[in-house]
């Protein structure tokens, strides 16, 4: 039984080991994956590193790779099979560069590697996944430097001037920042944007100055590699009497005028030129593309209109005055540069103030004028419009309002009081504010209140008035009137009849057989004052009781005709 299981024993351990050993045979072995895997871009420059914790030795390392591309067809994207990284095949050392291996730089790529010895191979290492253009750095510029008259003069050539395989296409988008400082013990360090072709002023002669160069697309916000440290020294600046200096520029409702100072006792000439800040972004030379102001050629004046040359489109200028002596020598100014929104000042508006019933209303012209279209269209204005009281009191607030229009309305206001106005215009977007216009006043109408109210109440009192009046007037006119017609009758008898009042008409009638007209016209013959009216009417009275006396006898007529012969002789 001993003998038995001991033969077990070793037979199930000889089996053991003819498996493992064809295992070996076939290439697996126990060595270790490399880790961490890393790959690092420098431009199209490609290098993959890793780490290996094995102890062992003649051990070798190999790396695949594979990326997914895009159907030109379709928007599938198709993986494409594993393949041996070109440069990373049996190296020695923990790094590998397969630059050539890569050309398709905006597709996902996916990297692996393990170790080998001899004929044993470990297992794969984790895969790395990348997408070159997004893991890509910026490399160094190049650069180029010159020392003369107290300048250094300064080239720069894009990261892959030289190379025919480019990760960044345009060129164009590089800006490039410059770090400086005093090669001392003691160093100030300053940055600043320069160009392609630049030229770094404000330096101490005889100065050995170290820098270095990094470039940059802002607009992805990817930084690259500095250049190597540059050093350079810099010479004693010639001072040429005939140069224009102190060069600047005044600017105001976009009206662009350039202004110098001379130091040449002799005649001089000036001709002020301009570059397009467009052509310093390039990396060609641009010495031949500098251009003559209109207006401002082979003038004697020191300074010069050049607001034709400014485009209604925003963009950068660059201008320099050339001054020229009757020998024809020459000489350039410094350069100056013109950002047109930016260095323009804005001017105060035109203002209009008018009044209504509660309203103050304030009507705005742009500065500039209607026809500058630049500073109303690009600055996008806004008005800051200041109103106060006018008064004796110095403390009186000072109120604000702010509008986009043209047109401002003020409400609310104090009835017959002097208010006055100015209005400032700015600008949000270039933080950028003009200077007030003038103070414009004006006073507002009166409270239309209160005359109404002492119109009603007049006319209520007149009513009143009139109400209780009219009857004691009229009562106060018919006694009156009755008094009148009782002591001062209208209508009275001559005073050489008032005794014969009753007498003449108490009288008998006519009769009929006298002639009433021969009476009368004794009367009318001999009295001219008898009221003309009252003969009358006694006349009719006397002919109608003629007319109507069918019972009138002789006698009757007797008596009357002895009665108007009386009458006829007192009359007389």
């Not at 800040?277 to 020191?302: A, M, Q």
């Not at 020459?330 to 009044?355: A, F, M, Q, W, Y």
């Not at 006319?459 to 006119?477: C, D, H, K, N, R």
């Not at 007319?547 to 009138?552: K, R």
Request: hydrophobic share 35%; with cysteine.
């Amino acid at each position: 039984m001993v003998v038995g299981v001991g033969c077990a024993a070793v037979a199930a351990l000889l089996s053991c080991f003819l498996v493992v050993l064809p295992l070996r045979c076939a290439g697996q072995t126990d060595l270790k994956s490399p880790q961490d895997i890393q790959v690092y871009v420098v431009n199209t420059n490609f290098t993959l590193r890793w780490n290996y914790t094995g102890n062992d030795t003649n051990v070798t390392f190999s790396a695949e790779y594979r990326w997914f591309e895009s159907s030109d067809t379709n928007e599938e994207v198709r993986e494409t099979e594993w393949k041996e990284l070109s440069g990373c095949q049996n190296v020695t050392r923990t790094e590998c560069d397969f630059s050539s291996a890569v050309t398709k730089y905006y597709d996902e790529h996916e990297v692996r590697i393990r170790a080998e010895r001899g004929e044993e191979l470990s297992p794969w290492s984790s895969i790395f996944e990348m997408t070159p253009y997004a893991i890509a750095q910026i490399g160094p510029p190049g650069v180029e430097l010159q020392s003369t008259n107290g300048v250094i003069k300064i080239k720069v050539s894009p990261p892959e001037a030289n190379q025919v395989r480019k990760m960044w296409i345009a060129d164009l988008r590089f800006k490039y920042i410059l770090v400086i400082w005093e090669n001392s013990s003691n160093p100030e360090v300053r940055s600043q944007s320069i160009f392609p072709t630049d030229t770094i002023d404000d330096l101490a002669p005889d100065t050995t100055y170290c820098l270095k160069v990094q470039a940059t697309i802002p607009l992805e916000f990817q930084e690259g590699l500095f250049s190597p440290i540059c050093c350079v020294k810099t010479t004693r600046k010639v001072n040429d009497l005939l140069c224009a200096t102190n060069v600047r520029i005044l600017a105001l409702n976009m009206k662009f005028h350039l202004h110098w100072n001379s130091q040449y006792k002799q005649h001089v000439s000036y001709n002020v030129q301009y570059l397009s800040g467009y052509r310093k972004t390039l990396h060609d030379d641009y010495s031949t593309e500098w251009l003559s102001v209109p207006g401002c050629e082979n003038i004697t004046d020191t300074q010069c209109n050049f607001s034709s040359i400014i485009s209604t489109t925003p963009g950068l200028y660059y201008l320099r005055v050339q001054a020229m002596s009757e020998y024809n020598k020459s000489c350039l100014s410094n350069e100056v540069k013109v950002d047109p929104l930016r260095t323009n000042e804005i001017g105060p508006p035109d203002v209009k103030v008018d009044i209504s019933d509660v309203s103050l209303h304030i009507q705005i012209s742009p500065p500039g004028g209607s026809e500058c279209e630049v500073m109303r269209d690009h600055y996008d204005l806004s008005y800051r419009v200041l109103y106060w009281k006018n008064s004796s009191n110095n403390e009186e607030e000072v109120k604000i309002k702010e509008v986009k229009q043209t047109i401002a309305t003020v409400s609310d206001l104090t009835p017959s009081t002097l208010y006055c106005v100015k209005v400032q215009a700015f600008s949000e977007v270039y933080n950028k504010s003009g200077d007030y216009s003038k103070e414009e006043c004006i006073k507002t109408p009166g409270d239309k209140s209160l005359p109404l109210i002492i119109l009603a109440t007049f006319v209520t009192a007149l009513i009143a008035v009139l109400l209780v009046a009219m009857p004691l007037v009229f009562g106060l006119y018919q006694i009156y009137n009755k008094i009148k017609y009782v002591f001062f009758p209208s209508c009275q008898p001559p005073l050489n009849i008032e005794g014969f009042g009753g007498q003449v008409f108490s009288s008998l009638y006519l009769s009929t057989t006298d002639e009433p007209i021969e009476n009368c016209s004794i009367i009318e013959a001999i009295t001219e004052e008898v009221n003309q009216i009252d003969f009358k009417d006694y006349k009719h009275s006397k002919q109608s009781s003629r007319d109507s006396g069918t019972y009138s006898n002789d006698s009757d007529t007797s008596g009357s005709k002895a009665s108007e012969e009386t009458l006829v002789k007192e009359i007389v």
